[in-house]
Each structure stands twice: as structure tokens, then as C-alpha cells.
């Protein structure tokens, strides 16, 4: 018999809670033979990451997954064996009573946020609320050993290494973009929220001797651009040139897509959760974006991670990474820190690869979902 699944998300804003959980569900199904629901409140953002998505339907299948619009009101449905309320999410209350009424009381859990801080492994699996006599338990994805790892289908990192040893394979995927790269120039994906930081990074770039291709899927950060390049209206395709650097606005691609294009590129600016993760997994130098959060509470984030991903790092390495998220960060000058990052390229390449082998060699966070309900049981 097969475990069956309930994963909630309620999309706040973004992309990233949809992006996680449509990952999520997919990968039970795929690698864990689940059978899965997704109920999920906007299908319009769905849509964007996966076009196949019919957002007039209250019921559909995809990949394996059923998906269904989470309704304003609530039918009444059979809970599940397995529930899963995506950070946070509150289920409908019928939903609760349905699992209070099973006769096998179902694993409730709150799939949290990634965070590399160190309070996470202490907290990942403990009981948290009840609603009657159902457990709800904390199931906290993250970086380090005792935290419940990070999303990784089965064979990413060999697909990944075979893309980016295959020149012609990349060749026709970005040109399928519209992207006809220059063989000297450095190619980078930019992927983040407004950024008043921008301006002196596409400075730098420009003033470079080094060429640079910056490919900008369409997002929050656009109005940016368009501002550096002193309002030139901004087309899908079309490429804009200053001093050394070309910039392209792309179109917003599927989310296997996505990844073929981190893999593309040598460095890869990102923001959120998900394309976060997905970078790790490029195994090239990244700058995150990190989502801000009321009282600065993000920055301490920035730090935990920080501190993680830059052990074992030469001190000018680290100084020049760490410089270059804090600035973007803060939207402060990107200038000297762009600068020194550029210096120490070699490096920090090395130990994007290694980083992403050690993330790898953790049981993914599907596997351990799976397990946690199997020792539940
Ligand atoms: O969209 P985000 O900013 O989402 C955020 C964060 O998850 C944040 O932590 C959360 O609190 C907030 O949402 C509500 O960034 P993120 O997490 O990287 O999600 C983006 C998704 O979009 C990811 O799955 C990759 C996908 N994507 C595409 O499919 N195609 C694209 O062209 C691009 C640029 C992204």
C-alpha cells in the first residue's frame, strides 16, 4: 500500500513556496513511490514554474502529482497518512477535525524554512502544537548534520556534471533563450529582488577588462536595470551593451529550466529558498539575495550561512565573499567588493564544487522526510 501524502502551501508572495513544494511532491511520487496531493491556494504563480498548470481546474494531475486549488471553502476531504503544512501554513479547520477523526492518526508536520543558524538542529523534529490528539512535529530542512538536508532528486549532481562537460548541450539550450554566448565572456544568471546595490556591481562589470554576459530572467530586480541603462526600455532578448559588459532580460523559464541555466553560468546571483538551494547545486560561485524579514532577523541568516559556507576558505577568499553578500545585502557599493571577489575566483570555484559534494554526501530532504514517517510509525 502506498503512504499517501497531503502537502499544503499557501503562496504569501514569490515563488518560493510553491517552487519547494511542487519539488517536494514531485520527488515523493518520483523516488518514493507516495502518492501525493498538492493543494496549493494560487495557481496563477503554479503556472509560471510549471506552464503545463491549468489554473481553471480544481483538480489535475501533474508528474504524478494531483494537484488541487486549495478552495476558500473547504469540501470535505479524507485526511491523508502523511500532512505536511508548507512553512507554516494554517489548514482549514475541517481538514484538522479529518485528521483528529482517522482511525490511524496521521504525521502532522511544518516543513519550516532553511536556515543555516545553529538553533535549527536542536529544534528539527521536536513536537510542536496538538490539535486534539494530533502531534504536529517541526521538520526543519538545513545544511549541517541533525537538520533535515536539502531538496536533491536522485542523479541532479551527474546530470548537472554531464550538462556542464557537454559545450554543444549548452550551447542549444541557452540559444534556445535567445543567449548566443561569447566564448571569453563570464557568463552570470541574476536572480533577485529590488537592489539599490546594482548599479555599481553592472559599474564594475562594465569598467572590466574581462567581458560579461549578465542574463536577468524577468523578476523584481528588472526596474534596476532598466534604471542603470538609463531607461531603455527593456525587451525579452534584446541585448544591451556597456563597456564590457551585455546584459539580456530572459523570460521567466520552467523550473527544470532554471536549473539548466545556473548550470550554464559561472556565477550565479540568487535570492529566496529555492533557487538558493539550486545554485549550491550548480557547484559555481553564487551571491544570495537573501528574502528580508521584519527586525532585520534575515541578516542574522546571512551570517549562520555565511559562517558555514566559508570554512575553509584562504582569509582573502572569505573576506571577499562575505563583503560581496553583505553589501548586496545592505544595497551598498558592490565596487571593491566585486573587485576582490574576481581576485580570488579561482578559489571560491573550487569550493563552490567541493561545497556542493559535501551538501550531497547528507540523506536529501525527501529521504528524510520519508524516514522520519517511517520511525514514526
Ligand atoms: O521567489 P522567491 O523570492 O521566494 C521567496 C523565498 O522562498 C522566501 O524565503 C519566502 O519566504 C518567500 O518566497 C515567500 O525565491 P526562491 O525561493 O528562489 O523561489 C523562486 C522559484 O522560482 C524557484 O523554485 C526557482 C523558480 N524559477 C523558475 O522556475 N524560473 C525562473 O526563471 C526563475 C528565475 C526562477
Redesign the pocket.
Known amino acids: 500500500m502506498t503512504v499517501r501524502w497531503d502537502i499544503f502551501c499557501t503562496?504569501?508572495?514569490?515563488?518560493?513556496?510553491?517552487?519547494?513544494t511542487?519539488?517536494l511532491a514531485r520527488q515523493l511520487v518520483a523516488e518514493h513511490q507516495c502518492t501525493v496531493r498538492l493543494w496549493v491556494d494560487d495557481l496563477r504563480a503554479f503556472e509560471?514554474?510549471c506552464p503545463e498548470i491549468d489554473v481553471s481546474l480544481g483538480e489535475q494531475w501533474q508528474q504524478g502529482v494531483q494537484v488541487r486549488h486549495w478552495p476558500k471553502e473547504w469540501l470535505p476531504t479524507e485526511a491523508a497518512d502523511v500532512v505536511i503544512a508548507a512553512?507554516a501554513c494554517q489548514l482549514p479547520s475541517a481538514y484538522m477535525d479529518a485528521m483528529a477523526e482517522r482511525q490511524t492518526t496521521p504525521l502532522w508536520m511544518n516543513l519550516d524554512?532553511?536556515s543555516a543558524e545553529d538553533w535549527v538542529v536542536g529544534c528539527h523534529g521536536l513536537p510542536s502544537v496538538k490539535y486534539k490528539h494530533v502531534q504536529k512535529y517541526f521538520f526543519f530542512p538545513g545544511f549541517q548534520a541533525g537538520t533535515g538536508g536539502l531538496l536533491r532528486e536522485a542523479g541532479l549532481l551527474e546530470r548537472r556534471r554531464q550538462f556542464q562537460q557537454n559545450a554543444q548541450a549548452q550551447r542549444i539550450f541557452l540559444q534556445g533563450l535567445g543567449v548566443d554566448r561569447e566564448a571569453d565572456a563570464c557568463l552570470i544568471?541574476l536572480?533577485a529582488?529590488e537592489n539599490a546595490g546594482l548599479a555599481s556591481w553592472f559599474d564594475a562589470m562594465a569598467a572590466d577588462t574581462q567581458a560579461f554576459h549578465v542574463l536577468v530572467?524577468?523578476?523584481r530586480v528588472l526596474g534596476d536595470v532598466e534604471r542603470w541603462l538609463g531607461g531603455d526600455g527593456l525587451k525579452v532578448g534584446a541585448l544591451h551593451r556597456r563597456g564590457a559588459l551585455t546584459v539580456q532580460v530572459?523570460?521567466?523559464?520552467?523550473?527544470d529550466?532554471?536549473d539548466q541555466?545556473l548550470w550554464c553560468c559561472d556565477f550565479n546571483a540568487?535570492?529566496?529558498?529555492?533557487?538558493?538551494v539550486?545554485a549550491q547545486w550548480a557547484g559555481r560561485p553564487l551571491l544570495w539575495h537573501?528574502?528580508q524579514q521584519e527586525e532585520d532577523v534575515h541578516l542574522e541568516k546571512l551570517e549562520a550561512f555565511l559562517r558555514l559556507y566559508t570554512q575553509g576558505l584562504s582569509p582573502a577568499a572569505q573576506k571577499a565573499i562575505s563583503g560581496l553578500w553583505r553589501a548586496w545585502n545592505a544595497g551598498q557599493d558592490m565596487t571593491e567588493h566585486w573587485k576582490a571577489t574576481r581576485q580570488e575566483q579561482q578559489e571560491l570555484a573550487e569550493h563552490a564544487q567541493a561545497w556542493c559534494l559535501e551538501q550531497a554526501s547528507r540523506a536529501d530532504l525527501a529521504a528524510a522526510l520519508v524516514k522520519f514517517y517511517g520511525n514514526w510509525i
Open positions: 503562496v504569501v508572495d514569490n515563488f518560493g513556496d510553491i517552487g519547494v511542487w519539488r509560471r514554474l512553512f524554512y532553511l544568471s536572480f529582488y530572467p524577468e523578476g530572459l523570460p521567466f523559464v520552467r523550473q529550466q532554471y541555466l540568487v535570492r529566496g529558498e529555492d533557487s538558493f539550486r537573501i528574502y
